[in-house]
């Protein structure tokens, strides 16, 4: 069952039960400093750089093909939690399922370790509703434009948003999710099932390795690295997907579509379609941009797991389109 929703998909509004999305002045950040760029750049790049760098290093002895696949198995359920459960499930409602699916995806987002889900869904909300504007917890265009004041941009919102009390208002922007009681078992829970997205990789290291030194490295690697690069791709998105990247559709801010991050963020780097029809499940609207996380969501509807899949109309779209 695939549902249009064109009133919910208009490019300058984003509706959670009553919240809506003004964007009639937004600032123009075309020209965004040389040095935003730059600082931003340096703050992805590097690390990236390093983790890829390290298992040259310590192959055989503190990396092997057991660890990859525990790094990238691990990587894959704990990212999917996050695109498909956290995002397009839980804050966008893009589709439907059973509860069983949604509790799943939701364990698998909190095993991702980025805050339990009516936090990231409250933020992330709060986000689409102001969007670039003062109030938005991740934009890098709000700091001022002196060489510190770049600096706190790309770190605020690459991740230094995570550390700001006070950005979420739970009793407004999640009281959907809080109505079932699995969900809040789940959000109230939240270290649990850190600990189990930790220590679950750590032990199949050890099993597949016969060994304590498997344990030990697919903590490593399953686990913290693991964690560090889902995170460290999630924070790209803010960062990056509003500074480089094509804008093919009005969304009233600077959300840009980013091919690099399409494909390692699972199809979340697609980020100015994604603003301009943000209840899309779909974000990769072109038939070659990669969109792993709707490809899921399509399967799922296959097989029957999902319904009330949410997608623009091809008017809608057409509305959208930058001229």
């Known amino acids: 069952m695939q549902t249009e929703t064109t009133a919910l998909l208009d490019q ?4 959670i039960e009553t919240h ?3 964007h009639d002045e937004v600032p123009d950040y075309d020209k965004a400093s040389t040095a935003v760029r730059i ?3 340096i703050v992805i790049i590097g690390p990236l750089l390093a983790i890829a760098a390290i298992p040259f290093f310590v192959w055989g002895w503190g990396f092997s093909w057991i660890d990859l696949g525990l790094l990238i198995g691990m990587y894959l359920m704990t990212a999917v939690g996050i ?15 059973f509860g069983w699916i949604k509790g799943m995806f939701a364990i698998f ?40 004041d770049v600096i706190q941009g790309a770190w605020h919102s690459h991740v230094g948003w995570l550390f700001n009390k006070g950005v979420s208002d739970h009793g407004r922007f999640v009281k959907d999710l809080s109505k079932s009681k699995l ?5 109230k829970s939240f270290l649990l099932w850190l600990v189990v997205g930790m220590i679950f990789p750590a032990v199949l290291g050890g099993l597949l390795k ?7 490295t697919g903590f490593v690697w399953g686990g913290l690295v693991r964690m560090f690069l889902v995170h460290h791709v999630t924070w790209s998105v ?24 399409g494909v390692l963020a699972m199809g979340e780097g697609w980020h100015n379609a994604h603003h301009a029809f943000p209840t899309s499940a779909r974000h990769g609207l072109k038939w070659w941009q990669v969109d792993m996380s709707y490809y899921m969501i399509w399967v799922l509807q296959k097989c029957r797991l999902a319904w009330a899949v949410r997608l623009p109309s091809k008017e809608a779209i057409d509305r959208a389109a930058q001229v």
């Not at 969900?183 to 959000?187: A, H, N, V």
Request: with cysteine.
């Open 12 to 15: 300058n509004t984003y509706t």
């Open 210 to 216: 016969m060994s304590w030194v498997g344990v030990l």
């Open 20 to 22: 809506e999305q003004h």
């Open 83 to 97: 695109t498909v459960g956290y995002h397009r499930l839980f804050t966008h409602r893009s589709f439907e399922s």
């Open 39 to 41: 600082v931003t750049a």
């Open 109 to 148: 987002g909190s095993m991702a370790v980025q805050g339990p889900l009516f936090t990231w869904v409250a933020d992330h909300r709060k986000h689409h509703q102001h969007s670039d504007l003062d109030g938005d917890p991740h934009s890098p265009h709000l700091h001022g434009s002196g060489i510190w």
């Open 183 to 187: 969900l809040s078992f789940i959000d």
């Open 238 to 261: 803010n960062s990056a997907c509003h500074l480089w990247g094509a804008r093919p559709y009005a969304s009233g801010d600077q959300s840009r579509n980013n091919p690099i991050f």
